[in-house]
């Protein structure tokens, strides 16, 4: 078991090399991004045609590396969430295409539209990088890459996802039927647009639900590209419906719609608290994925590059856009200044620039306000006593690029230690043993991820077990998949996504009990 823990590190430390470090040496064998792709869809979605605001009404999308305006979006309020309700409503009737259509056949949709973002992956990749600032080949070797899989996998489930037959006592037929919950509302982030939009829509279509969605203001344009894929990709007016536009309008419209059965909610916290309060008006289904603080702890006995180079990874992945980042490091203190002095030595090294540059590893953060948010973070850990070792500025004179920061010295009572910071910004600490990480650790009012480093199985095993969070990492981070459940405890949500468990929050379990006139066995 030892030996299998080490090969592990080793499998792991490929992983990270081979997204992190040699993406930067990689330019030969990837498609070249469209430096200016073609924005062709900014309306509202409804009834598989676009559409003007009912107010007529557009907002701006943002170039984060620039500042420049890329285009003019429809921004959808009330009275837009009202009409793709009724579309989402319509298309969910009884006797409705989309609800006498074989489930196998929703698999095969589900297959098409995979097909076609494979097609047009470039095309996505550079609108991606575009609106939302990731470096290019992130947004092709991980977000639209993941995406094309996530679909996929959902595809095949479209025709397991069935119930039982119970034997129950006396002349009966007893059986249970997976039902789809019917019209479900979703609304995801500006981190991982392609990826996250996936996430909602594959459960929910391959189960046979109807769709109102509610993209990020700051990054609506790949999500309105695939929404011309869905309708290209044959499924039927109604079945999904896309709706740009701001959460305090057309979210809390979402929310507070009588007429959507379910609400499905990736973002902060705060957020996530005022959506469950909207949504108990007519008692709605909710599942929501929120803030983390994930502590990442590295024991004494670690493979000590590769704790490193993957909390690196774990942590600046994205600009710190993730909501399981890495970013409370629990060091043991036996390895403390080793570990923070290489960490720093990486940091130093991490390229940043111009997100369709493939030499750069770091592009901007998604808009001004989040950059400025991190840069109050930073201020806050230097007023309250952390030692900032690097970075800690803006980085550059042009679009909203943060420098890679690293602080030592943090303390539990910290805010920068305590609040998700959602940027480039990594907090160590130091601490006496296992016990001592875990017992602190669990004391967050967070509960989405956390990892432990350490070469000795019992150790690990022991701290997986303990930590007080959705997903436990073990020598690893980031290490996700389709067919794995992601969810947390505590403020960090209610329910799953991904794998069987992620079915679940679209589905109702309905028993039917028929009398029969003799029951044999």
């Not at 690097?390 to 602080?407: A, E, H, R």
């Not at 805010?415 to 016990?435: N, Y």
């Not at 505590?490 to 069987?500: A, D, L, N």
Request: aromatic share 8%; hydrophobic share 40%; charged share 20%.
């Amino acid at each position: 078991m030892f030996r299998t823990l080490q090969k592990s590190s080793k499998n792991v430390r490929n992983l990270v090399n081979s997204l992190e470090v040699q993406s930067r040496h990689m330019s030969a064998a990837l498609p070249q991004p469209i430096i200016n792709p073609d924005v062709k869809y900014t309306g509202i979605f409804i009834n598989n045609e676009w559409v003007q605001s009912e107010s007529g009404k557009t907002f701006k999308t943002i170039n984060p590396a620039t500042g420049e305006v890329i285009a003019e979006v429809q921004e959808g309020d009330t009275a837009d969430v009202n009409k793709a309700v009724d579309a989402a409503t319509e298309a969910f009737r009884l006797g409705s295409p989309w609800r006498t259509m074989d489930a196998s056949r929703r698999g095969e949709l589900l297959h098409k539209l995979a097909d076609l973002i494979e097609r047009d992956q470039v095309l996505l990749a550079s609108l991606e990088t575009l609106d939302n600032g990731k470096p290019y080949v992130m947004s092709l070797m991980a977000d639209v890459a993941l995406t094309i899989k996530c679909y996929r996998y959902f595809a095949g489930w479209a025709d397991k996802n069935s119930g039982q037959v119970i034997p129950i006592d006396g002349n009966f037929l007893t059986y249970t039927r997976h039902e789809p919950v019917g019209v479900c509302g979703q609304i995801i982030p500006w981190n991982f647009p392609l990826l996250m939009q996936a996430w909602k829509l594959g459960p929910a279509l391959a189960t046979g639900n109807t769709v109102v969605m509610k993209l990020a203001e700051q990054t609506p344009l790949t999500g309105l590209f695939i929404a011309d894929l869905i309708r290209e990709a044959g499924f039927p007016e109604g079945v999904v419906n896309v709706v740009p536009g701001f959460g305090a309008t057309a979210g809390a419209a979402i929310a507070n719609h009588p007429g959507v059965d379910k609400v499905a909610f990736t973002g902060s916290t705060e957020v996530g608290k005022i959506i469950q309060t909207a949504a108990a008006g007519n008692l709605k289904r909710v599942t929501l994925e929120l803030g983390g603080k994930s502590p990442n702890i590295i024991l004494a006995d670690a493979d000590l590059p590769l704790a490193v180079e993957t909390a690196h990874f774990g942590l600046f992945f994205n600009m710190g856009q993730c909501c399981c980042a890495g970013s409370r490091v629990m060091v043991e203190e036996s390895i403390y200044d080793q570990f923070v002095e290489m960490s720093v030595e990486r940091a130093n090294k991490r390229t940043v620039g111009n997100p369709f540059d493939l030499s750069n590893e770091q592009g901007p953060q998604v808009d001004e306000e989040q950059m400025k948010k991190i840069l109050g973070y930073v201020e806050s850990g230097k007023q309250e006593g952390a030692k900032l070792l690097t970075g800690g500025s803006q980085y550059g004179d042009k679009g909203f690029f943060v420098q890679p920061t690293v602080f030592g010295d943090v303390t539990d009572d910290m805010t920068i230690c305590k609040e998700e910071i959602f940027g480039p910004v990594q907090s160590i600490q130091k601490v006496k043993s296992m016990e001592d990480a875990i017992e602190r650790a669990n004391k967050s009012t967070y509960g989405l991820a956390a990892a432990v480093f350490t070469q000795d199985v019992g150790k690990a095993i022991y701290a997986s077990n303990s930590l007080r969070a959705g997903t436990v990492w073990v020598n690893t981070y980031n290490t996700l998949s389709n067919a794995a459940p992601f969810g947390g405890f505590k403020q960090s949500g209610i329910g799953r996504e991904g794998g069987q468990y992620g079915l679940d929050n679209y589905t109702e379990v309905k028993t039917v009990t028929i009398a029969i006139p003799q029951k044999n066995s």
